[in-house]
Every structure is written in structure tokens, then in C-alpha cells.
């Protein structure tokens, strides 16, 4: 299959008449698949009412069947056509966070969407994207759109169009090319379906700025013990994975020096991951630099790209610097746990 690429400038204006995105949204409308930028990360897109578009999402990630997708729509109203109430909390969270990066889990009606997008189950999760291409794509086709992020299942998601067409290209209908996304890491999955809140995966917004729209919120039992079973099924599986085995080191970075230098003198190719802060402390072969440590945002929209470059440098294995576990620095935790398989080595 040739794969069509749509470059957009996300600033220009009458973005739902623009040719390149009325192009991509009847692609959508026929049953194919597209690729597309949200403020997160890259998404796959597939009219979630469409098993035959979403077995294409499925087949061309090579996406296990029993992790169910997220549903991305235009305007808050599309929700009760697919959704069996709207929690007065997660109303609260609508209100303050739609559109971003907030996932939300709701009861599901039946006989609306794909089960093959659901994975068969009572449940589905929502989000609005903040990303004018993404809302254009979204008005334009007229459908609840399925994504999931735009990369083969068990790599580090796509943060701008090369990433998704160096997993995907010829197994896809077309990419919008949008530039690169903002905030790097995905959306927070938060389930709304009890009582209260619970955080499924972290993501874009932080669980403290959860707390303050509607109290208590709890936080999954799988991201802090490993063997609990993961209330949200795409959270078992490894993902992000460099195709060199990574460390994490919690430590001085002294200890994190030693451990690089250890590896170059038995000859290995050795990567780190670190900050712009502590760069200039490593002579290792490949030394790239993710963010800031003092602005942890900048960490996050640079990681997956970080991931992939260490594969492009054809390293034998990688050291990384850990980050703080608060604010957005729980989702870069909880990516770069996956990425590493947990090895963890403190000093
Ligand atoms: O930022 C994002 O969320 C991106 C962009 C494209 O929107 N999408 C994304 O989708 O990250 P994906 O498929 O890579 O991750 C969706 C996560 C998976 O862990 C999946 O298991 C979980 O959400 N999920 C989806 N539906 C669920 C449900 N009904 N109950 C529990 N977890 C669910
Ligand atoms: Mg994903």
C-alpha cells in the first residue's frame, strides 16, 4: 500500500475546509486508516463505529486484540450517543481538562461502537484532543475516531510523522504531518466509573491537578506493584523498548559515570540517556540529552524521540538517569520503567 503524506500547518485558519485534511477525513469515512497528530503523541485513526477499519488499526500496529482503544471526538455532545451516563465528576473533569490530554473511562452503551475497538468490553474511554488538526480531522469526518498511539505495538509511540512512517509506512492509507507533538507523552487513562477516580496510566495531566478539580483520586495498584493485574489490559504489555537493553540508575552521577565508563573499557558501545544539566559530565560513545531536569515537561516531549535515536546509534546498552515521581514526571517514570523492562540499578 502507498502510504499518502498530508503536511498541515497547524496555525492556518479554516483548518476542517483544508484540502489535505478533507483528503485524510474521507479516507476515514471509506474504512481506512490514518495517522494523525494530537498533542500527545501521534495517533492511528479508524471510524470506531467501523469493525473493518478498526481490524485495519489492529493488523497494522500489530496490537494484541484484548487492549482496547481509546475514542477520540470533536465535541463533548457526541459522548451520549456511545456512553451510558456522564458521572458528575467526570463532568468536573470534562469541564476542566476537554480538550487534552485526559482519557476517561465510561460505561459503554451497547450496539454503538466497534466491540472490536472495545475489545469487548462494558467499558469505553474518551478523550477530546487539544490539537487543531486532530478537532479539524474530527469535525470534517463527522465519526468518533479510534486511535492508538501511531507506532508497531512495543515501540516507543511517534512523537512526529518520520517516527510513524518508520514503523508503519505501506501498512497505512496516509500521516498527516502536523510537526512535532507538544507534550510527548500520552494522555492520563483515568476511570470514572466508581466512586472514586482511579488513574490507570499516568499521562499529560498530572494526578495533583486531577486532585484539585474533584478530591480523592486513586492510582491503579499495577503502576506501583508489579504483580498486580493492570486494570487497563494495554498497561501488561512492555512497551518503548530500545532495541539495546536499558538501565535505569538511581544514584549520584558519579555512580552513573562509573557505571559507563565500566562497560566502554570491556568494549561495549555504551548510551546514556541524561539532561541538558548533566551532559558534559559523559565521554560514553552516544550521550543524548532529554530535556531539562529543572523543567521536567521538556523531558517528556523528548523522551520517545530520545528512545528511538538510541536504536538509529546501533548502541549494545544504555544507562539513564532516573526523574523525579511527581507531576508529569510519574508518566516519565512510568514509560521509562517500561522501556527499561524495571531493571533499576541503585548505587
Ligand atoms: O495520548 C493518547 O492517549 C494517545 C493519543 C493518540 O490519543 N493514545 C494512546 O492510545 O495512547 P493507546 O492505545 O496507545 O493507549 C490506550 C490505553 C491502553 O493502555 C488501553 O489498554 C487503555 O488505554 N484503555 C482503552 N480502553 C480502556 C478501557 N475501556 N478500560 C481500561 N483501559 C482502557
Ligand atoms: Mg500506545
Redesign the pocket.
Known amino acids: 500500500m502507498n502510504t499518502k503524506v498530508w503536511k498541515v500547518d497547524k496555525y492556518v485558519d479554516n483548518l476542517e475546509n483544508n484540502p489535505q485534511v478533507v483528503d485524510a477525513a474521507n479516507f476515514l469515512r471509506d474504512n481506512e486508516v490514518v495517522a494523525l497528530p494530537?498533542e500527545?503523541?501521534?495517533?492511528l485513526g479508524g471510524n470506531a463505529k467501523s469493525d473493518t477499519a478498526v481490524k485495519k488499526i489492529f493488523a497494522a500496529k500489530g496490537r494484541p486484540s484484548d487492549?482496547?482503544?481509546?475514542i477520540?471526538i470533536a465535541e463533548k455532545r457526541q459522548l451520549s450517543t456511545f456512553v451510558e451516563d456522564i458521572p458528575e465528576k467526570a463532568e468536573r473533569l470534562i469541564e476542566a481538562f476537554w480538550p487534552g490530554?485526559l482519557?476517561i473511562?465510561f460505561k459503554r452503551k451497547e450496539g454503538v461502537l466497534s466491540e472490536t475497538a472495545?475489545?469487548g468490553?462494558a467499558?469505553?474511554?474518551v478523550?477530546i484532543?487539544d490539537h487543531p488538526v486532530a478537532l479539524a480531522l474530527l469535525k470534517s469526518c463527522g465519526l468518533p475516531i479510534a486511535?492508538?498511539?501511531?507506532n508497531s505495538s512495543g515501540k516507543p509511540?511517534p512523537t512526529n510523522a518520520d517516527h510513524v512512517l518508520d514503523d508503519l509506512n505501506g501498512k497505512i492509507a496516509g500521516v498527516i504531518d502536523g510537526g512535532a507533538t507538544g507534550i510527548g507523552v500520552?494522555?492520563t487513562?483515568v476511570?470514572c466509573t466508581e466512586a472514586i477516580p482511579v488513574i490507570?496510566?499516568p499521562?499529560?495531566v498530572t494526578k495533583e491537578q486531577l486532585e484539585s478539580i474533584v478530591g480523592e483520586v486513586q492510582v491503579d495498584a499495577a503502576l506501583t506493584d508489579e504483580a498486580a493485574r493492570p486494570?487497563?489490559?494495554?498497561?501488561k504489555y512492555r512497551h518503548y523498548a530500545p532495541n539495546a537493553p536499558l538501565y535505569m540508575v538511581s544514584g549520584t552521577t558519579k555512580f552513573l559515570h562509573r557505571l559507563v565508563e565500566e562497560k566502554r573499557q570491556e568494549g561495549l558501545r555504551v548510551g546514556v540517556l541524561t539532561t541538558k544539566e548533566n551532559a558534559h559530565l559523559f565521554e560514553a560513545d552516544v550521550v543524548l540529552t532529554c530535556g531539562k531536569r529543572a523543567e521536567l515537561e521538556t523531558v517528556a516531549a523528548a523522551l520517545y524521540d530520545t528512545l528511538r535515536k538510541f536504536n538509529l546509534e546501533k548502541v549494545d546498552v544504555i544507562y539513564s538517569e532516573v526523574f523525579p515521581n511527581t507531576g508529569v514526571g510519574q508518566a516519565i517514570m512510568n514509560r521509562l520503567q517500561k522501556a527499561a523492562g524495571n531493571k533499576l540499578i541503585t548505587e
Open positions: 494530537t500527545t503523541v501521534y495517533g487492549n482496547p482503544l481509546i477520540h490530554p482519557t473511562i472495545t475489545a468490553l467499558t469505553v474511554a478523550r484532543p486511535a492508538p498511539s501511531a509511540s500520552e494522555s487513562v476511570d490507570l496510566r499521562g499529560g486494570k487497563a489490559p494495554g498497561m
